[in-house]
């Protein structure tokens, strides 16, 4: 059994480091009906912070797959005036935003994919205008906790009991917190940040215009940088100049291409979870920067109504580099969850790109950022291509070739 002060340990990594509330601050937590004692844990450290107010949004996977199958779809898609005025209150106060997911990897199996998906893409439509004014202006944390069909997923040999249990000790090693309590979380990761930070400084000095990805299972990729974008890994400020860490746990340094340069073919190395559903063994080929051919062995459908859902949604948002040595990677627990799985190996993103990417983006209007080469898109899914023998060579704007990933590992 997890000590409850290793649990209250985590819950104020989450509040103080991941999100790290400020006084006064307004909080909005969204999480499943698992572990309602670690959720009101949570609460309690971002009160410590002294936080004015703390909300929670909860949600519950079979009840989203009820009100899918039973609520027609005019019903799915209309806009109610209190879901109007909720975003603007956010827009207006913008409350620090924590998410402690759960979720079964298959728990929506079995919807109407089409129904689900013409229903976000109308309700996106609306929210996109407050989304964009929030952007970069707000503090958010995601985390996980084990839930109960998620944990048999990840262990099925075991009892339930005994699954949430292994579940919450991958959790807490992988966010590094010592399942015996014996250290100081907060520590490690101003320390995890510092090391993330000084392979940012080395590869923003390079100058790459091209990265070049090769691996034996057919992967064979280049993909563009915009001129003045910068890799990025763990913690960042918001415009208003908070420092937060946005996912717990975190082992990428990542960087957003330019859209419509990237050409070739990556393979997958682990399942993409999407909706609730698992897209396994699949291909992605890119022509002009577009995702032109998409192949899987399971939920094919699925992958091709993902780089459907807009005209960004089959564009790259995201080149992140992981070494195959990871503490996740070498836990060998698939988590079937891409908080997880995205920190086990290289991946790439479909949709919407990041403006903190670019160098003094501050100066810039959103619309400048994306004029340079940011996409957009209302989705932002990591898939992952990282293999024990991928090489990515760094192709620099001065004509040099520097080899920065050889066998899946850092090559300097």
């Not at 703390?54 to 027609?72: A, D, F, G």
């Not at 997958?268 to 577009?290: A, C, W």
Request: charged share 25%; hydrophobic share 40%.
């Amino acid at each position: 059994m997890i000590k409850k002060t290793v649990l209250r340990k985590y819950a104020r990594l989450i509040a103080t480091v991941g999100a790290n509330v400020k006084k006064g601050q307004e909080v909005v937590i969204q999480a499943e009906l698992d572990c309602p004692e670690f959720v009101e844990m949570v609460v309690a450290e971002c009160y410590k912070a002294k936080a004015s107010k703390v909300m929670v949004e909860w949600s519950h996977q079979p009840i989203t797959k009820l009100n899918i199958k039973y609520r027609s779809l005019s019903v799915m898609t209309k806009t109610e005036n209190w879901e109007i005025e909720k975003y603007k209150h956010k827009v207006e106060t913008l409350p620090v935003h924590i998410y402690l997911i759960s979720d079964d990897p298959d728990g929506l199996n079995g919807i109407d994919q089409v129904k689900y998906q013409k229903a976000s893409q109308a309700r996106y439509k609306v929210f996109k205008p407050f989304r964009d004014q929030m952007d970069n202006r707000y503090q958010w944390c995601i985390a996980a906790i084990p839930g109960k069909a998620w944990a048999k997923k990840v262990f099925p040999g075991l009892r339930t009991s005994a699954a949430v249990e292994k579940l919450w000790e991958a959790i807490l090693t992988a966010s590094r917190v010592a399942v015996d309590g014996s250290d100081d979380p907060n520590e490690n990761w101003n320390r995890h940040n510092e090391d993330l930070k000084v392979r940012c400084d080395y590869l923003n000095s390079l100058g790459i215009e091209t990265l070049e990805y090769k691996a034996s299972n057919g992967t064979d990729f280049r993909v563009g940088m915009i001129e003045d974008a910068i890799f990025m890994g763990g913690g960042e400020d918001t415009l208003l100049g908070n420092f937060y860490n946005p996912n717990i746990p975190t082992e990428e340094i990542f960087i957003t291409p330019k859209k419509g340069v990237a050409e070739g073919i990556v393979y997958s190395s682990k399942p993409l979870s999407y909706r609730g559903q698992l897209i396994e063994n699949f291909s992605i080929r890119f022509e002009n920067g577009k995702a032109v051919e998409v192949h899987a062995e399971k939920n094919e459908d699925l992958l091709k109504a993902m780089i459907e859902m807009d005209e960004g949604a089959a564009y790259l948002g995201e080149c992140a580099l992981v070494p195959y040595s990871s503490p996740i990677n070498k836990s060998g627990i698939l988590f079937y969850n891409t908080l997880f799985d995205e920190n086990a190996a290289c991946h790439l993103a479909l949709g919407a790109g990041f403006e903190s990417c670019i160098k003094d983006f501050d100066k810039y209007t959103l619309e400048e950022c994306r004029a340079k080469g940011v996409n957009d898109s209302m989705i932002h899914e990591d898939f992952m291509i990282g293999t024990d023998d991928l090489s990515i060579i760094a192709h620099t704007r001065d004509g040099k070739s520097v080899k920065i990933f050889e066998n899946g590992e850092w090559a300097f």
